[in-house]
């Protein structure tokens, strides 16, 4: 023990002979830090000493270290009582209280070198009688990938901080970790010997005084020991990064264009049942039944399930649900302020927007054209996918909230300038309802139909009767549909042809496999370029097509060919897409981000649906309803608009974050279809849903916490416990190991840094 | 006079059967056992004996044998393990552990030197060699004795003030092979001599560790507590020959045994049969006149410092003789008692019988000339005794 | 494979105190004490009395007088576990207490230095439930190769890898026909827990072997413990097995000889870098391994899974 009270440094130059003492936590190279000053001193020619206080630490664990600088030789052994400089490894072990042995014996002036994440304006007051110096080198440590996740090796990059706050040039450094082979950590070093901030203490301040050693206290005998002592280290002060439960994003809920908080209503299907499923979903879909039958199910496209054992059927639970729930639900109470709405079209994004602002409790007056509510999904799809009184029962759901809704008013421009007038707000959801035409010679031949105006007339009842080769041009669920509605009305042989491959067909997959199951032939890569016949069209000409350059889409631009052939076919049906009313939005008005503006001036008059966004199913134009009836009563109440983004890439659960062992190899159920050859001569329904609600337990439930235990199960220290309707993790105990949430099977847990401490 | 012709191995195996038996109304008795020449007709003997409730585990080396005891003890049975030599090298590490977790097993030891190169005879060498492992030591000099220190051994190592292992040590072939009368008491008066081991600190179904880490601080409290414990032994051992008198109606022999040393101008200090092998040259050296005097070491840990100083109080001429050698330093009886004797008296170490040599009184008497002989002592002295 | 949800854990309702303690001295993520927890939760309400010889789970007991197993416990010598069991036990018959002995020992006081008193225990068929966690080194020293340690792992005496291959331990215990010999998974905890009830339950030698990753000397993260053991079952590398009265071998988790998954346990680890040992490399000798465990296990040798 040095005698010679050296502490009132003034610079960081330093004193001989110097004592240093290092603290740290097993793992974090307290020792080897002590080893690396000692290896600086030595380059400059002094005489060194260090050494380690050894014993059975582990990972964690508070240990010290020891080094001793002099111009003459060394020769005590002891440890260091009265450091003139103290390296703290991590902040988190000084004390709270007195009493500590961290700071015992430094003296005023003294160098206190911290680990901080916290910089040194949180030490200002508290340790004024040192020089403090502080860097976090636990964060650079970790930029340079020293150690792991949990145990970050910060021993380097310290001592790298330390060569700074006591003047030593940077080749020292170097030179030093060069003798000890640490060379790869000098980035870590130097960036640190860069970042490190010290101030001067304050003069006339006092240190601490050194601890008086306690009298030791009895020990009890071995022979006499007979009691039950739990060890209870404070093992949670060891820790560097915490676990947490946090819900993240499943693909499939991201994927959803409604909106649907698919994971937790297919899991509250399997812990709460129907109703508790349906809670959910109608809070952002009204229409159920029919999505769970004519929803191309993205949700189950983005599944991680998919490439496990196939993806959950979400669409099936989801018909499930609705086909459960009560025919008509209550009628919803007004707000104390209720707005009034005028909603234009019965679509599902007019429904969709019509029931989010009646179950708001405003007023809405929901307008139709037709002679029914549902749109396209009245018109155009056949009723063997969507029969009509399943589409009736969602409808009567919307409507039973209060929604005053009148068929066969058609509103053209003026009639929305009128509706403006009258209403807090208007919105625009009517719909694609004009065909695309097709720009080729003999296109108004007789025979070659609308493939939409076909459906529709079918849908009402018509059976208008085919014969012979009906040739469908499209690739969409429209030209599927009709295509197998063609069969049903009595074609002998059905073609579709489209221009681009099978794999980039817009219909739902499932339903081209079950066309084709039906006998309908499939033509890719073609496109009519002529029809020919004598009144009737008898033949059509087909080019064939090939990709071309990628288009904003990133789909590759279909190329016609100079190659053609002809198709003999007895009629033509047309499903190439749609386009709007141009005559709905008031004449001078613009259209700018779904707002109708009257000039510069934004009006309370909104686009939904498919004339708002294009994008063609009923769960896109569900989802732009919700939404855009939002923004439109936040506008109204001069609210901010509420956003609604998606979630960050890194909050997704993604195949990566799943833990496929956990689960059982289980393979979807199937749904119960009518065999090909019964069903495609009627207009039954193909598809009869699932047998049961099984399928909801294949639910990997990512990103949501199912209460599995596997965290309390897995937990190495056992600190993992049943709380509430969740768990706690005993911070007084847990290490931070992240076992629980590596083992989690579905990443409702993370690892958070836990710097707060330092 | 009554008694069976048997050898000091068998009175060990005997006593230590008596023992084990005595203990049936407790945890019983449990002994882990490896032969080596020449402790082996003892283990032998041993694996014969019927217990009611007691086990003998023939294990694959002394140093299980010594784990044996130490779980067993540590379960709270009376335990018994005998070895010789090599034996007790390799048992070493467990010898140790059995102390420092303070637990009263009782070891018979056969002594005999190490190897190789191989040696079968008496030699001290392989016992002192543990020395220092926290066990009481005692040297017995005839099988009687041998017989009766292994029941006192249990009695002293059981007594909650002390709670240490015993290790009694008589020397191969000398005493282990040579047979003479010895009286061996029934089990009734051995259950009226030993009660029932309890053992304070036995492992029951409290969460405890036995032999967790010892910090330094702890470390050098426990050593403490220890060495208390050994300071404590003659003293209880002092009662146990009463207790031993009472029950079996002889004494045990104390702890140092003068023989005709109060007037004696000279003393030979000595361990073991060579104690005994004395005492007829100091016979027979009174008959020549001269005033010769033995002293007989039993009692090697804890040392009987006090004991010895009180009988070197006045004597100038001392010999210690060891059958056993420091290799660089000289015996080790003598390194540890020249301290003892009074300022300015020779105490000459001699080094005698060392690897089975046959040590006669002549050499004793010889012994005493040269220290006769002597004005100050000079380094040991090595006799050979010749083949 | 694994559902662990299915698993009763009785850790607070059913046990006064857990075998192992929060607040023990063991690395986080050490694969000694997942291994603990899972043993834990099969001891249930059984009389325990554990034997520990020098290993980090010495260490993991505590300085004196504190412990941080939840059951008596005798720290013994490095070698001599099972001999200090073998008291423990005999001492325990002659009482008709019903404790069971669980010797609890790392590979350096298996493999090595405790094989002479393992295999004399096991020869002896003492009523001992050996239980080695492996975690292939030496990790209380520091990190030294034993001979569990695999061919090509690096330790601090082997720094360019081990160039041996590990000792099968399990075949050794077999041979002796001990009543019960089985390796469990610390990712496999439903078969983990029913192998240390049948054993804890069994009467005579019984052997249990657990992997149990070390972060601290494969150089790993932490979190990937139990993830490691999965790897190590899937690969084949760690056969997950039992063998009753050492004749009738049954494989308890079959695994899919994943080179990925080879792969991944490898490139997880950082001591199989500097050797640079490949799945490629380790490939034949899980093969020749698995004919072996077939042959054992009396079923017609499947063919090659993977090309």
Known sequence: MSERPHWNVPTGASPLPLEIRVHGRGGQGGVTCAKLLAAMFAEQGRHVQTFGDYGSERAGAPVRAFTRVDLAPITNRNKVYRPHHLLVLDAALLPSGSGDDVLDGAGPGALLLLNTARGLAAFTSSHDAFRVAAVDATAIARRHGIGSAALVIVNTTVAGAYARAVDLPWAVVERAFRSLGMDGDLGAAREAYAAVA??????????????VPAPPRPVLGLAEHVRDVPTALPTGTWRTQRPRYRSHVAPCSAACPAGNDVVGFVQALRTGGVEAAARLLLATQPLPSVCGRVCPAPCAAACNRAAYDGAVNVRALERWIGDRLADAGARAPL???????????????????????????????????????????????????????????????VLATGVDARCGVAIDGPGVRALAADHDAVILAAGLPRPARLDAPGASLGGVRDGLGFLDAVRRGERPTLRGHVVVVGGGNTAVDCARTALRCGAARVTIAYRRGREEMPAIPTEVEEALAEGVALLTHRQPVGFAGGGAVARVTLAEVEPGAPDASGRRRPVVTGRASDLACDAVLLALGQG????????????????????????????????????????????SGRRVAARALAAVEGAPVPAERAAPAEDRVTPAHVRFSHFEVRRPRPERHAAAADRARCFAEVNGG??????????????????????????????????????????AFCKGCGVCVAECPRRAMEMTLDAEAR | MAGRLISANHAAALAATLAGRANRTARGFCSGVYPITPSTECMELLCNQEFEKGEVVRVESEHSAMAVCIGAAASGARTFTTSSSNGLALMAENVVSAALLRLPVVMVAANRALGPPWNLWADHGDTLLLRDSGWVQFYCADNQEVLDTVLCAYRLAE??????PVLVCQEGFVLSHTTTRTEVPSQEEVDRFLPPLELPARLRDTPRALGGVDVPGVAEAHRAQHHEAMARVFEVYREVQDAFERELGRRPADPVVPYRAE???????????????????VDEARARGERLGAVRVRTFRPSPAEQLAAIFRGKRRIAVIDRDLSLGFGGVLWGEVRGLAEP?????????????????????????????ARTAAGRPVLMETGA | MSEPSTVAGPSAETRPTPLLRPGNSNCGGCGMSSALQLFGRAVEHRRLQLVVPASCAAVTAGPFPTTSFGVPTVLTTFGAAA??????????????????????????????????????????????????????????TGGQRSSATPAGASTTNTPAGKPEEKKDLLAIMAAHRVRYAASFSIAHPQDAIRKVRRALDATGFRFLHALSPCPTGWKSEPALGIELVRLAVRSGLYPVVEIVEGRKLVVNVEPDFSREALELYLSLQQRFQRSGITAERLAPAIARRWRELRAASGRILPAEREA
């Open chain 1, 198 to 211: 010290v101030r001067p203490p304050r003069p006339g301040a006092i240190a601490p005084a050194p601890r």
């Open chain 1, 335 to 397: 707000a104390a302020r209720p707005r009034r709405f005028a909603v234009v079209g019965g679509g599902p994004a007019g429904l969709s927007a019509a029931f989010a602002l009646r179950s708001a409790g405003h007023e809405v007056l929901l307008l139709e054209a037709g002679t029914g509510l549902g749109g396209v999904l009245r018109t155009g799809i056949p009723a063997y996918r969507l029969p009509l009184d399943v589409l009736d029962r969602d409808v009567a759901r």
């Open chain 1, 580 to 623: 709007p009313d141009p005559a709905l939005v008031p004449a001078g008005w613009s259209v700018r981000g779904g707002r109708c503006m009257d000039g510069e001036r934004p009006t309370d008059v909104w686009l939904a649906g498919d004339l708002a966004t294009g994008d063609g199913t009923v769960a896109h134009a569900i989802g």
């Open chain 1, 690 to 731: 699932l047998e049961d609600a099984s399928e909801a337990e294949r639910c990997f439930s990512c990103g949501r916490c199912t209460r599995c235990d596997t965290c309390l199960l897995s937990c190495p220290e056992g600190v993992v416990s049943r709380s509430g309707d969740g768990y706690a993790v005993d911070e």
């Open chain 2, 159 to 164: 007594d909650h003030r002390v709670l240490l």
């Open chain 2, 263 to 281: 007037d004696a101008d000279l003393l030979v200090v000595s361990m073991g049969t060579i104690a005994v092998t004395a005492q007829r040259a």
């Open chain 2, 344 to 372: 300015g008296a020779v105490v000459q170490g001699y080094v005698i019988g060392v690897g089975g040599g046959d040590v006669r009184p002549e050499h004793v008497a010889a012994v005493a000339a040269d220290l006769a």
């Open chain 3, 83 to 140: 001999a200090v069991a073998t008291g423990l036990s005999r001492v325990a018959r002659l009482n008709g207490d019903g404790t069971r002995v669980v010797c609890w020992a790392g590979d350096g006081g298996t493999y090595d230095i405790g094989m002479a008193s393992l295999s004399a225990a096991a020869e002896r068929d003492e009523d001992v439930l050996y239980v080695c966690y492996d975690n292939e080194i030496y990790g209380n």
